[in-house]
């Protein structure tokens, strides 16, 4: 038996969520949803599916659809995946998962009351460098992790649309790009509760709309002013005494960068840019580099695995992961580096 898939939204994620469930026999895709009615046509022919509506909630009360993609920007993912868990369907919601904490504790509460499963779209931690790292870090070769550094910069990479108005994307980099890089640093640190956040953010420079010559992702909606931070810097403590810090940019006079990594009492890894785990033998420092496909995020890999992953959690075949609480947890930490930024003091993060 398949799992048969509604996807909401479909503008450029969706197509990456639409091609891997076409592409895994544990998926039928049978109807597609967006606001945008002539874009839903023209993605239920690109990907043969059968229902195309312009209303989230005819695709919802549709009894041929099981689970759905959760595709909107991301003020709206809230209000849609509490509407889709309680028509009894499961949920892959991108990130993040939600904007508010009371939001993400409502998405908590409908797990709970629905029994239906949620995961978060936290794609990097299905990619192949960081199921690696994983594996090494279960098995206890980075012993207690105590410190992460998570850092994704673009120069001039505000994909504009909603991506800059906060009263649809909640936020700026922070919310867009940091979402990733804390969730795989917090993840391979063990998930440990997050107490206090200290955070600065800085917008001097705006989308810079005006750079040429130079590609980027680019939201798939009509420009809108743009109201987001250009730059997040923040650090966050930990239950169990570690800290992460995190920096990442839309637009920062400087150069692109990404760099994820853990550090142990026993050894230590980059997981960004590529896969290095690095650890003492015999009073000698060692880099130890995995031989495997991609050292560095397999965007394709990545995704395929995510959605194979939610494919068998409604299957009933594995529990959940990245799940509810998990996006409650990020939305605690997202929300105190806000505030912090705000008041100019560390946030305790309480709950
Ligand atoms: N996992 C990743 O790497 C990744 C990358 C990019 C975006 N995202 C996330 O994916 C989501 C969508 O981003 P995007 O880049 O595809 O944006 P997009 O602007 O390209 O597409 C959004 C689509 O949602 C539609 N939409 C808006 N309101 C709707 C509603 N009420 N009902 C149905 N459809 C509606 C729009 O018409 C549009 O087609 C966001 O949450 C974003 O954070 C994730």
Partial sequence: MT?????????????EHLGAYQKNPLADLVAVCDVDVERAKARAEQFAVPKV?????????????????????????A??????????????????????????????????????????????????????????LDAGEFGDVYAARATLLRAAGN?????????????GPLIDLGVHIID?????MGMPKAVSASGATFSPLGARD?????????????ARPNTVEDYATAQIRFENGAVLNVDTS?????????????????????????????????????HVQP??????????????????HFLRICRGEIPADATAEQGLEMARILTAIYESAERGAEVAITR
């Fill in 3 to 15: 799992t048969r898939i509604g996807v909401i939204g479909l503008g450029a994620i969706a197509v």
């Fill in 53 to 77: 509506t312009g209303d989230v909630a005819e695709l919802l009360s549709d009894p041929d659809v099981d689970a759905v993609s959760v595709c909107v920007p991301n003020t709206l993912h």
């Fill in 79 to 136: 209000p849609i995946a509490e509407a889709a868990l309680r028509a009894g369907k499961d949920v892959l919601v991108e990130k993040p998962m939600t904007v508010t904490v009371a939001e993400a504790e409502r998405l908590v509460r409908a797990v709970e009351e629905t029994g239906k499963a949620l995961q978060v779209g936290y794609v990097r931690r299905f990619a192949p460098n960081a199921l690696v790292a994983k594996r090494f």
């Fill in 159 to 171: 994909p504009g649309g909603w991506f800059g108005d906060v009263e649809l994307s909640g936020g």
């Fill in 184 to 188: 795989l640093c917090w993840y391979l």
């Fill in 210 to 222: 005006n750079i040429q010559n130079l590609s980027r992702y680019r939201a798939q909606s009509a």
């Fill in 250 to 286: 839309f637009s920062l006079h400087g150069r692109n960068e990404i760099g994820v990594r853990i550090h142990g009492d026993k050894g230590g890894a980059e997981i960004e840019p590529e896969l290095l785990m690095v650890t003492e033998r015999h009073d000698t420092l060692l």
């Fill in 291 to 308: 031989q495997i496909d991609s050292l560095g995020f397999d965007f394709k890999v990545g995704f395929a695995n995510q959605i194979d």
